[in-house]
């Protein structure tokens, strides 16, 4: 399932979320500028590699320093490849203005730099030993994910799911959504523990870190639901008018 629109309507533009498209996008093109080997040194000190905070004196001196914490954040704004960037900022486009419009944009702000952290060490205390470079904001997106299922798990989500060559268009409620999402992720994470394999492809645990940070901290930062009418499921299913003005 491809989400391709969100249904639900906003107040306010989504300055937050165009500033971390814009900022990661930047990023990424920083990279793309670089030769192998200074690509390799930017993403040793600001991606995350587990196994600095865990293994120690037993690493190469390489890939011992520096150890600062910093990584658990700098690498959400890193991505590997241009579609590892798209599919990223395309959900966060989705997903992002409802609930930057309903936590106010410094409140976004910090939500969303908490999820990344609190991803970024679910990540690293599932693979410990791990010395493959984990980079991406999919762990923050995941929290975004989370915030979003809390405040409108009724709305709908129109996806797009190709069956052979036709593709299909379903609005569904978000809370099946991203359940079936999350719980893909879950599945994922198990089995790639159960195999003993490194983490050096998808970071499974972060998104999952992601998501329940998001849950977690989206009833504290909310804002009151006072503030806004009551959001009915079935309007604006087909999402013609994301943006109405209450």
Request: glycine letters at 10%; charged letters at 10%; one cysteine or more.
């Amino acid at each position: 399932m491809f989400p391709l629109k969100s249904t639900v309507p906003t107040r306010h533009q989504p300055f937050v979320v165009w500033g971390l498209i814009t900022a990661n996008t930047l990023v990424f093109l920083i990279q793309a500028g670089m030769s192998e080997s200074e690509l390799a040194a930017f993403l040793s000190r600001f991606a995350l590699i587990p196994a600095r905070y865990f293994a120690g004196e037993a690493l190469a001196p390489s890939l011992r320093a520096p150890n600062s914490y910093w990584p658990l954040l700098t690498n959400a704004f890193l991505h590997g490849g241009w579609l590892h960037l798209i599919l990223n900022m395309w959900t966060l486009w989705l997903f992002g203005p409802a609930v930057e419009d309903r936590l106010g944009p410094t409140r976004y702000l910090v939500f969303y730099l908490v999820c990344g952290v609190l991803a970024s060490v679910t990540h690293a205390l599932s693979d410990p030993g791990s010395t493959a470079p984990a980079l991406g904001a999919s762990g923050a997106i995941a929290g975004v994910l989370g915030g979003y299922t809390i405040m409108f798990p009724w709305s709908r989500v129109v996806v797009l799911v190709p069956v052979l060559f036709l593709p299909l268009f379903f609005p569904l409620p978000a809370i099946v959504f991203t359940g079936f999402w999350f719980v893909a992720q879950l599945l994922s994470g198990t089995a790639q523990l159960l195999v003993g394999e490194e983490s050096g492809g998808i970071a499974w645990w972060a998104h999952v870190g992601g998501f329940i940070a998001g849950m977690a901290l989206t009833p504290i930062l909310r804002h009151s639901p006072r503030d806004y009418r009551p959001y009915q499921g079935d309007e604006v299913v087909l999402g013609f008018a994301p943006r109405i003005r209450r």
